[in-house]
């Protein structure tokens, strides 16, 4: 420790004389400690504790949760997020009509009211804005209900004229307290308050005292969900229940369990029991890598922009080392002085950043809240996660110190002394194993991307050659059984060693790439000549500099290459509903029924306001069923079910190696259908049709000249498999067309549904469009479709293909990359302005513009820009091409435009923002030597 | 008179130091050899270039030579690795340099301890050290101060006591009034005067004939050589005795 103390001493004394230095160098170490903190404790504070979260479904004081299953028993109870569900195997299904007496199951002296549930709707309007809003029943008047609201503004509803929006629908409505809300459903009630919803703050529902509204199941003013919807939730309803005292609740439970009823005690809910292992999980640990590299990059990126810092510092400090080892001091000594400053610096900064952090989070936390969707819980300080991020911010300040503390301590004494900086025989070394490490960076990513492609390519091969067997999907399922797809973590793990290799080799290269640059300089403008001629005498800063800027735009650059592929690959395997410009239309009851005129109205009203060609109606075919299923049956039974078609063995592949359908759709090759599908009717199809035979669209689904026919019930569990007709397969007949899943795949001769027992149902109206509609148009339509149907839920979708959301990413590393460019070169050109005062102050003696100031700092931030651009352009070009190399679905296409950003964007941006912060004016300064 | 003693604290003997190689070798020292002795105080005076300060810093271990040999206290200093080299400045040697001697992130104390603490001296110990050597000096008062906030003189003395704190018995100190003005100056050279009267041994750089007058020998450099030596002051005491 004695050899430490006037190393910390001295360290601890240098910072304080140099705050602006310390200060920069400080935030550039904190920032990781700051994004990690900030990050932690959001997280946690995001994480409400577990009663906290228990009172926002259950209440302040209801005893237990009560939900009557669609099951009778229940065999399973279990827990997600606290909030208790039944699963496992259900014996009965509890009738659609039944209704459950909770007096007559719950104790004496039970008080209860029912939980707010969601599923019903309506259009409210308030002036000219209207919205379609979940109505919701609480008894807000009651004790049970608090906690479930919190309330914002005005009151609580005390009568049933009476309605409190949530926050999310009043700022959408623009309504306040005391305004009035109208739907058709309800009519005009009073907002007399504004809610949130503790974890939905963006829901937008109105609140009502129970019976507010009638549901639209019509199972009475209880605001149940009913019927078949009901059923398909598995909830007859939810309640938050007050026991007796004397009320064992665990006992309750297990007796109401054989009711078909759900009692979750409180206490339970809150600590819940844990589940069962998952053994179908594994571990992947690509995602770690990928963390761990990034965080990994992070970390080098401050150690370089703060080294940069640093090795200027010690640079200024090399007499007073210099000193030290003139009294004695041996190179551990010098070595302990620099290390110690980063000690010193990385503790103040990481000190510093934790109170930001909880300021950062107490400020913002009404945004952190609206991000998060939820309220948040209490603030969440865990020193134990904390503490290790303070000693991640000292560890990054050492490792920035590290190569200005050894590059120090090799310095002779003498040469400490007069400040003379002599490259010593290893530090001339750098440069051979800088190439070497490229190189072989180089060549291990080249290697790593073949090997993945081999791999990739001979699992392809060996899942094309089971093609005789099974459908594709099959055959990648069976092939997963054996051996399993080849597992992507070698390779990763191969391509992330060879990017941190190659980076580590410019890195070492880049201050005799700077000096070699810089002998070119001689035919340049002054400023320019010297700008560049300073970048390569102080390669101690411009090295690192150069480094990190070019780490950030490698990283940017090799995500770009893949965005872009991964544009491509989306768009061409993109699955078109319908052709491009044309819309669907969803009006559907809660019943999921086509509302009732439904399609009359859209005919009339699309021409109005789209470019309409034509408004089409596919018809479905589906199998008829005597109970459960999709809607009322045309006149056959109260429901059906859908009909597909499977894809088959030895069907063609794809000519964009994806999968390809798995089912398709099942229509009736009627006039109005064929029309649709394809326009004019090729001879194929009606030779066929008159033959007995299915067309098929997608040759995915035809196989040996048949296609397969098969039942699925709508939901878990609403058809019984007895009630479905037996699978069978047709001959049919491939006359191709796009694909278009909206469409059928399939179309059976009208002749064929009565002998397979099928029938028709109206589809999905489509809309046929002469030029794509505009977002404005798509909108507007769909609320005049909402106005006219405030009960059902309305949708509109124009298709517009594949719309890239990489564009946002790409907008995201771009400005990710000028940041730490324009960090590096501000770095660079302040340090360059303050280490060359003396040169500045003779350009001044010998007459030059004072303006010549800005233009060397221009020139400065221009040569490290550029070089730092240049430099991560090729890295991650390197890295780019060797991950598309190895996919067979994603080409090579070069990001023009994120690279024209990157490599002419960005230095212009930091050479104009040196000019627009160099002050114009040369200093008059003391020569000292 | 008591009988001097002769064992040289540092002796030089046929040390060369050369830069560079072929025509551009400069050859800084050709063929030194001198010697201090306890309680001597030599001055090496000449003009620019003649090798004065690389004969100092060869002295105090902060050069190698290129050929010869440099002992210290019996201790031939090329054998030595750099630890061992920091060790003897550290135990054996101080020097004082012209300006800028003091650490400006240390007090007065600080510094003057400073070869102690990295000697493995506890601090308090080193402190204590330090400030019987400040008193010792007169400087006492200067003790917590920063080097900021003390005048060249203060610094330069402080320095001295710095090179003398310990078991060190050698100061080497090149040019050290050049920064001062004259008074101060004198009043360094006084201090320097009476530490080798106490028994240490002391070499000066200087290009000042009145600052070497506080020596007991001169030698004389140009170019690399001795080109002259004054002679120790008992030498001049024999020739005067013989004289009479």
């Not at chain 1, 994806?658 to 029309?675: C, E, Y």
Request: one cysteine or more; glycine letters at 10%; aromatic letters at 6%.
């Amino acid at each position: 420790m004695s050899g430490w103390r006037p190393a910390l001493r001295i360290a601890w004394r240098e910072a304080r004389r140099h705050r602006g230095r310390t200060a920069l160098v400080a935030v550039l170490v904190a920032l990781p400690v700051l994004v990690g903190a900030f990050i932690d404790v959001v997280v946690r504070t995001a994480d409400p504790p577990a009663e906290e979260i228990v009172s926002r479904f259950m209440g302040a004081s209801a005893d237990a949760y009560v939900q009557i299953a669609s099951c009778i028993p229940i065999t399973e109870v279990s827990y997600q997020n606290h909030q208790p569900f039944w699963s496992g195997d259900c014996a009965r299904e509890r009738p659609a009509d039944d209704e459950v007496d909770l007096a007559a199951v719950l104790p004496p002296g039970s008080r209860w009211i029912q939980a707010p549930e969601g599923g019903d709707g309506s259009r409210f309007s308030h002036g000219e804005r209207s919205l379609r809003i979940s109505l919701m029943q609480l008894d807000t008047t009651s004790p049970l209900s608090e906690g479930l609201l919190r309330l914002r503004d005005g009151r609580l509803p005390r009568t049933p004229h009476e309605v409190a929006l949530t926050t999310a629908a009043a700022g959408a409505l623009q309504v306040a307290p005391g305004d009035v809300i109208t739907s058709r459903r309800t009519g005009a009630v009073t907002v007399v308050g504004t809610v949130v919803e503790p974890s939905c703050l963006s829901c937008e529902a109105v609140y009502g005292l129970p019976g507010w509204f009638r549901s639209a199941g019509g199972t009475g003013g209880g605001g149940r969900l009913g019927g078949k919807l009901a059923a398909s939730f598995g909830s007859f309803g939810s309640f938050l229940v007050d026991l007796p005292d004397s009320v064992d609740p665990y006992r309750l439970q297990h007796e109401l369990l054989s009711q078909g009823v759900l009692l979750a005690p409180r206490a339970e809910a809150i600590d819940p029991p844990p589940p069962p292992p998952d053994y179908t999980s594994e571990f992947d640990g690509t995602g770690f890598a990928i963390l761990g590299l990034v965080v990994g990059f992070g970390l080098i990126e401050v150690c370089l922009l703060a080294g940069t810092a640093f090795a200027v510092g010690a640079r200024r400090q090399v007499r007073d080392l210099g000193l030290v080892a003139a009294a004695g001091g041996e190179a551990r000594h010098i070595r302990r002085i620099v290390l110690a400053q980063g000690v010193v610096t990385g503790l103040v900064g990481s000190l510093v950043a934790i109170p930001l952090v909880i300021a950062g989070v107490v400020v913002f936390r009404p945004g952190l809240e609206r991000l998060n969707g939820a309220l948040m819980g209490p603030l969440d300080l865990r020193p134990l996660e904390l503490l290790p991020l303070v000693g991640l911010g000292v560890l990054a300040g050492l490792a920035a110190a590290l190569v200005p503390a050894f590059t120090a301590g090799r310095l002779s004494v003498l040469d400490a002394l007069n400040r003379r900086f002599k490259a010593t025989s290893l530090a001339a070394q750098w440069p051979r194993l800088g190439l070497v490490f490229f190189l072989a960076g180089s060549g291990l990513a080249a290697l790593g991307s073949w090997l993945w492609l081999r791999a990739e390519q001979n699992y392809e091969r060996t899942v094309n050659g089971m093609s005789v067997q099974f459908t594709r999907e099959q055959a990648l399922r069976v092939q997963s059984g054996y051996e399993g797809a080849p597992s992507s973590t070698p390779y990763v793990a191969m391509l992330l060693t060879a990017f941190a290799l190659a980076a580590l080799g410019l890195a070492l290269l880049a201050p005799t790439l700077v000096a070699t640059v810089a002998r070119a300089a001689r035919r340049l403008p002054l400023s320019a000549r010297m700008g560049l001629r300073d970048a390569g005498r102080h390669r101690h800063r411009t090295g690192p500099a150069v480094a990190a800027i070019m780490g950030a735009v490698a990283g940017s650059v090799a995500l770009a290459f893949w965005a872009v592929a991964e544009d491509d690959y989306r768009d061409r395997t993109y699955p078109w509903a319908v052709p491009e410009g044309w819309g669907q239309v969803g009006l559907f009851t809660s019943e999921q029924d086509l509302a009732p005129g439904a399609v009359d109205d859209i005919r009339r009203l699309a021409p109005e306001m789209l470019p309409v060609q034509d408004v089409l109606q596919v018809s479905a075919v589906v199998a008829p069923v005597s109970s459960g299923g999709l809607g009322p049956g045309p006149g056959a039974g109260p429901g059906f079910s859908p009909v597909w078609a499977e894809a088959r063995p030895q069907s063609c592949p794809s000519e964009d190696g994806s999968s390809g359908p798995s089912s398709g759709l099942v229509g009736v090759a009627d006039p109005a259908t064929l029309a649709i599908v394809y326009g004019q009717i090729p001879d194929a199809v009606t030779s066929a049709l008159a033959e007995g035979k299915a067309i098929v669209t997608d040759c995915a689904l035809i196989g040996n000249g048949r296609v397969a026919l098969a039942y699925e019930g709508l939901y878990p569990v609403t058809v019984s498999k007895d009630d479905l007709p037996e699978p069978v397969t047709m001959p049919a007949v491939l006359a191709e067309r796009p694909r278009y899943f909206g469409f059928p795949s399939v179309l059976l001769p009208p002749a064929s549904l009565d002998r397979l027992e099928l029938t028709t149902t109206p589809g999905r109206p489509v809309i046929a469009t002469t030029r794509t509609p505009s977002r404005a148009e798509e909108r507007a339509f769909a609320d005049v479709l909402a106005d006219r149907y405030p009960d059902a839920d309305v949708w509109v979708q124009v298709e517009r293909g594949y719309q890239s959301e990489n564009a946002l990413v790409l907008a995201i590393l771009t400005a990710g990359c000028a940041f730490v460019t324009l960090v590096g070169t501000a770095i660079a050109v302040v340090l360059s302005a303050v280490e060359g005062r003396s040169d500045h102050a003779t350009l001044l003696a010998v007459g030059a513009d004072p303006r010549r100031r800005r233009s060397l700092a221009m020139a400065q931030a221009g040569t490290v820009g550029l070089l730092g651009v240049g430099l991560g352009v090729v890295l991650g070009g390197i890295v780019g091409a060797a991950m598309l190399g190895a996919d067979m679905e994603r080409p090579l296409i070069l990001p023009w435009s994120t690279l024209a950003q990157i490599v002419i964007g960005i230095p212009l941006l930091g050479v104009l923002i040196a000019g627009i912060f160099t002050r114009s004016r040369l200093p008059m300064v003391r020569r000292i030597e | 008179m008591t009988a001097p003693d002769l064992h040289p604290i540092l002796r030089m003997v046929n040390v060369h130091r050369t830069h560079g190689r072929g025509d551009t070798a400069v050859h800084a020292l050709r063929g030194i050899s001198v010697h201090v002795l306890p309680g001597e105080l030599v001055a090496v005076m000449g003009p620019s270039g003649s090798g004065k300060s690389t004969l100092l810093t060869i002295a105090g271990g902060l050069d190698a030579a290129t050929s010869g040999d440099t002992f210290v206290e019996g201790v031939p200093l090329e054998s030595l690795s750099r630890r061992e080299l920091a060790k003897v400045r550290r135990r054996s040697v101080g020097y004082v340099f012209q300006d800028l001697n003091l650490i400006p992130a240390l007090t007065a104390a600080e510094n003057v301890a400073l070869p102690r603490e990295l000697d493995g001296v506890s601090a308090r110990q080193a402190r204590r050290d330090a400030l019987a050597a400040l008193v010792e000096l007169g400087l006492d008062d200067l003790a917590d101060r920063f080097p900021d906030d003390m005048s060249g003189g203060q610094q330069q003395r402080v320095a001295i006591a710095r090179a003398l704190i310990g078991p060190r018995r050698l100061v080497l100190a090149d040019e050290p009034t050049g920064a001062l003005d004259s008074e101060t100056g004198e009043a360094v050279l006084r201090l320097l005067r009476a530490r080798c009267d106490a028994g240490a041994a002391g070499m000066l750089v200087t290009h000042e004939a009145r600052h070497a007058a506080w020596a007991d020998r001169v030698v004389f450099l140009r170019d690399g050589l001795i080109v002259d030596d004054t002679g120790s002051a008992a030498e001049a005491e024999s020739l005067l005795e013989g004289a009479r």
